[in-house]
């Protein structure tokens, strides 16, 4: 056991850029870093194990209606913030630091910046400075919430369709 933010985690997978936990009380997975990377540097390239149609809580978009479960599977918790430190680049499948970030932290991206319209909205509890409260996908933001983000080029696209 150790304990991160003063909450019991387990470990359940090591990577090769970091290590999945699970919080003992709630279940809840969380990706932290084993290394430090540098701003745009690239964590890992990812693939797709398999391609649906639809989303589900596990998919990242890469397009109208392709969503993939990731390859490397580990990828997959990546937990959303509305400050996030990483972005899943669909056009070339590489994830990217948006920042510096230190060995030790949770490595997290914003959900809406690949996801149109999602399955399962959930209340956001990051705590950031501009966190948006109910995350639904990049369809239901306002062009100021937008434009504080990294964006796929999908995603950008769709919404500049949208206007
Ligand atoms: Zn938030």
Same mark, same amino acid.
């Given at each position: 056991?150790?304990? &991160? ?6 470990? *359940? ?28 540097? *690239?964590?890992?390239?990812?693939? @797709? ?10 998919? &990242? ?5 392709? $969503?993939? &479960? ?15 430190? /990483? ?7 590489? %994830? ?27 209340? /956001? ?9 109910? *995350?639904?996908?990049? @369809? $239901? %933001? ?12 999908? *995603? ?8």
């Amino acid at each position: 056991m150790n304990k &991160l933010n003063n909450t019991e985690t387990r470990l *359940i997978d090591t990577n090769p850029i970091g290590e999945v936990r699970e919080n003992v009380e709630n279940g809840q997975k969380i990706f932290i870093t084993t290394r430090s990377f540098e701003q745009d540097e *690239i964590l890992a390239q990812f693939g @797709a194990v398999e391609i649906l149609s639809t989303p589900n809580y596990l998919t &990242l978009q890469v397009d109208h209606s392709k $969503h993939i &479960l990731l390859d490397p599977p580990y990828l997959q918790y990546i937990n959303h913030s509305c400050d996030p430190n /990483c972005f899943f680049d669909t056009e070339h499948m590489c %994830l990217r630091a948006l920042k510096k970030i230190e060995s030790g932290k949770e490595l997290t991206f914003f959900y809406p910046s690949t996801e149109w319209n999602m399955q399962q909205p959930f209340a /956001c509890f990051c705590k950031s400075e501009n966190c948006l409260g109910e *995350i639904k996908g990049a @369809a $239901h %933001l306002t062009d100021q919430e937008a434009n504080r983000y990294r964006l796929t080029s999908y *995603i950008s696209k769709r919404r500049s369709q949208q206007q």
